[in-house]
């Protein structure tokens, strides 16, 4: 689940302002506001992440991969030197 409120506030806005156009102004406000609340709820409960965090993410393998790949020269040249 998502831990990051903003990200999910964005989102629903996003939905919001994308559905307002299929939505009448006459619309009451707290018919708007039901549905806000019931697709708050249902990305609540999905598994996604912002990318912020994907990104976030990426750099942090990127930096891992490096540093294996720099472990990996360093074993390969001390093999070399024992003779394995």
Known sequence: MNDNPNAAADIIQRIMQ????AV?????????????AAIQDVIGDLDVVT???????????EKTRAKVDEMESI????EKKLDL
């Open 24 to 36: 009448p102004d006459s619309l009451s406000n707290d018919v708007r506001d039901n549905i806000k």
């Open 51 to 61: 990318r912020e965090e994907l990104d976030t993410q990426k750099a942090v393998l």
């Open 75 to 78: 074993i390969a040249e001390l």
């Open 18 to 21: 994308t559905a307002k156009a």
